[in-house]
T-cell receptor
């Protein structure tokens, strides 16, 4: 039973480029969460999605960041026109509808902006 | 608002030493408290939890007690092993609700010397 799969593990972008991070939830999970971890800080919630719906995006920056979870395929976190401050580890987690007790995390994508 | 403060790392111990990682919290209401562990190259995984005051969570030799009077949830282990080397995150949030409400601490890196 595969866990939460994130790719790529490492992503290097130059300032101004676009970054696309992918997350495939655990089998049977329909809820996906994205978190960002800046150096020396805890995980900060960004967005919560169900299939084809954004449920809570209160942690997403207002500009350049977007997320989707289509009916088919992985969830995508998209960062347009990246800046150095976007360098961080981005974690995806999935859960069944019952919520936080059954939260499973992927290994993360380390984004480095040059 | 809710917040979690945990002991800064890194913490380096010898094998079989006693471990304490401090965690204190500020919260309204009665949240559940969690410890998550992140082994090298992997995503976070739930280590233990406690859902009400005086509850003790335990797993893999680790324990933590939900102390309402001191607003603390310190992680302890009597005899650590090299395989316990990881980053440990204290967290709080509602148990049966969206994981978007979980607040994570900044993490404490633990290294165990053989």
């Amino acid at each position: 039973n595969a866990g939460v799969m994130q790719n790529p593990r490492h992503l290097v972008r130059r300032r101004g480029q676009e970054a696309r991070l992918r997350c495939s939830p655990m089998k049977g999970h329909s809820h996906v969460y994205w978190y960002r971890q800046l150096p020396e800080e805890g995980l900060k919630f960004m967005v919560y999605l169900q299939k084809e719906n954004i449920i809570d995006e209160s942690g997403m920056p207002k500009e350049r960041f977007s997320a989707e979870f289509p009916k088919e395929g992985p969830s995508i976190l998209r960062i347009q026109q990246v800046v150095r401050g976007d360098s961080a580890a981005y974690f995806c987690a999935s859960s069944p509808p019952s919520g936080s007790e059954k939260l499973f995390f992927g290994s993360g994508t380390q984004l480095s902006v040059l | 608002g809710n917040s979690v403060t945990q002991m800064e790392g890194p913490v380096t111990l010898s094998e079989e030493a006693f471990l304490t990682i401090n965690c204190t919290y500020t919260a309204t209401g009665y949240p559940s408290l969690f410890w998550y562990v992140q082994y090298p190259g992997e995503g976070l995984q739930l280590l233990l939890k406690a859902t009400k005051a005086d509850d003790k969570g335990s797993n893999k030799g680790f324990e933590a007690t939900y102390r309402k009077e001191t607003t603390s949830f310190h992680l302890e282990k009597g005899s650590v092993q090299v395989s316990d080397s990881a980053v440990y995150f204290c967290a709080l949030g509602p148990l049966y609700s969206s994981a978007s409400k979980i607040i994570f601490g900044s993490g404490t890196r633990l290294s165990i010397r053989p």
